[in-house]
């Protein structure tokens, strides 16, 4: 019972690791970057050029300002994809969201990340 109990904790765990996907920043990636934080706010910048993507990942409520726009493909976790043309000047105002992107373009957008 007790290894039937761990493995399902186990699965757990990893399930949800999936689901809500991960921090960005862990994965190094040259086109983002920190611009600031404190414990309530994130800002970030994505500089992607065409081709470039990002591994899954989650980002909690966020405002996206774009500086340059272009195309951008999200993947969603239920394997759903949109291509979306941000265009320069637009601020949006996005919910959470576990996804991963490709740069269709070259983009310039600055997130910030509203922390809990």
Known sequence: MRKMIGLVGSLFLLCSSIAFGQDAMQYG?????????????RVLKYTPEKGDKTPVHSHPSTVVYVIK????????????????????????????????????????????????
Do not use: N, Q, Y
């Open 29 to 41: 990636l040259k086109h983002l970057k920190v611009l600031a934080e404190d414990e309530k706010v």
């Open 69 to 116: 726009g272009g195309k951008v493909r999200f993947t969603m976790p239920d394997g759903s994809v949109r291509d979306v043309e941000l265009k320069t000047g637009d601020t949006l105002l996005r919910p959470p969201v576990t996804h991963t992107d490709e740069a269709l373009d070259d983009l310039e957008v600055v997130l910030v990340e509203l922390k809990k």
